[in-house]
């Protein structure tokens, strides 16, 4: 069973930065596709950024220039690098894996056709002005 755990989450004032973490486990195969979402309080989730394990990336217009995502093999942990965050960027973020059935970019920008199998709890980011 994939297991996904987020932390790294916190409260930070406008214009810092954060790193989140998600730690997966139970993957059968090296295969996979790792997304990060958000959602904010009344507000719809979001995709975030998206990457596969083959190394192709995708992100969000609203935090690409922003936002990083990368990965440790060695540690089966996938990190979201936040930089320059805004007020707006308060959300929970969740972590979500799927076997790479779909490129990156149908992930991120297609979320409610395209979604993602397995999901973590969330961590809180909080972003005071």
């Known amino acids: 069973e994939v297991q996904l755990v987020e932390s790294g989450g916190g409260l930070v004032q406008a214009g810092g930065s954060l790193r989140l973490s998600c730690a997966a486990s139970g993957f059968t195969s090296g295969d996979y596709a790792i997304g990060w979402f958000r959602q904010a309080p009344g507000k719809e989730r979001e995709a975030v950024s998206c990457?596969?394990?083959?190394?192709?990336?995708d992100y969000s217009d609203s935090v690409k220039g922003r936002f990083t995502i990368s990965s440790d093999n060695a540690k089966n942990t996938v990190y979201l690098q936040m930089n320059s965050l805004k007020p707006e960027d308060t959300a929970l973020y969740y972590c979500?894996?799927?076997?790479?059935?779909?490129?990156?970019?149908?992930?991120?920008?297609?979320?409610?056709?395209?979604?993602?199998?397995?999901w973590g709890k969330g961590t809180l980011v909080t972003v005071s002005a």
């Open positions: 979500a894996a799927d076997p790479p059935d779909y490129p990156c970019y149908y992930y991120t920008h297609y979320p409610d056709q395209y979604g993602m199998d397995y």
């Open positions: 990457m596969r394990s083959d190394g192709t990336t």
